[in-house]
Antibody
Framework: EVQLVESGGGLVQPGGSLRLSCAASGFILRNNFMSWVRQAPGKGLEWVSVIYSGGRRDYGDSVKGRFTASRDDSKNTLYLQMNSLRTEDTAVYYC???????????????WGQGTLVTVSS | QSVLTQPPSASGTPGQRVSISCSGSTSNIGLNTVNWYQQFPGTAPRLLIYKNTQRPSGVPDRFSGSKSGTSASLAISGLQSDDEADYYCAAWDTGPDVVVFGGGTKLTVL
């Protein structure tokens, strides 16, 4: 059974840093495209970043230069390092497994439960 | 302001058929497939429709998707109270090369 379990969210001051983790089970992380998608309180969904199976990483404009996606293949775990955090980064962050990228519109077929990041002084 | 445009709300009575629209442009829906997600309050979204019309296993055939030009639509037939949720459309946008979402539609079953 595919499972994604995020952790690492919490309260952080503007300008601070936080690292989110996403432990995967039921499949091999390095063989898949993995994204982070966030949702601000009461708002819609926003794609944040992707890490390709080959290691390439892409980011949305709102986080480019501040967030870094990575993975530890030995732990089958995905990470999102978030630096220079802003109040507008406050959201639930979901780890998602992707399919279809490069062929059709990527679709997110498995989602974690999400972890809340609150950026506030 | 979301790249894809959805009505903020929709409603129907049990047993009815409802449709939710998703409007985009040439660079997203016009050129690429559309996906739909369902989200219940306090839970993670789940994939409902992918590649315009395909349903993942476990999604009832009451849910169907379609696409024409730069618009797409999600239809729910035989509406049930359990269908009350938020629905989001999404597609690849070849302009910025990112996945873009609609703002979401809150479906109420009266």
């Amino acid at each position: 059974e595919v499972q994604l379990v995020e952790s690492g969210g919490g309260l952080v001051q503007p300008g601070g840093s936080l690292r989110l983790s996403c432990a995967a089970s039921g499949f091999i992380l390095r063989n898949n495209f993995m994204s982070w998608v966030r949702q601000a309180p009461g708002k819609g969904l926003e794609w944040v970043s992707v890490i390709y199976s080959g290691g390439r990483r892409d980011y949305g404009d709102s986080v480019k230069g501040r967030f870094t996606a990575s993975r530890d293949d030995s732990k089958n775990t995905l990470y999102l390092q978030m630096n220079s955090l802003r109040t507008e980064d406050t959201a639930v962050y979901y780890c998602v497994r992707e399919s279809g990228r490069g062929v059709v519109s990527p679709y997110f077929d498995y989602w974690g439960q999400g972890t809340l990041v609150t950026v506030s002084s | 302001q979301s790249v894809l445009t959805q009505p903020p709300s929709a409603s129907g009575t049990p047993g009815q058929r409802v449709s939710i629209s998703c409007s985009g442009s040439t660079s997203n829906i016009g050129l690429n497939t559309v996906n739909w997600y369902q989200q219940f309050p306090g839970t993670a979204p789940r994939l409902l429709i992918y590649k315009n019309t395909q349903r993942p296993s476990g999604v009832p055939d009451r849910f169907s998707g379609s696409k024409s030009g730069t618009s797409a639509s999600l239809a729910i037939s035989g509406l049930q109270s359990d269908d009350e949720a938020d629905y989001y459309c999404a597609a690849w946008d070849t302009g910025p090369d990112v996945v873009v979402f609609g703002g979401g539609t809150k479906l109420t079953v009266l």
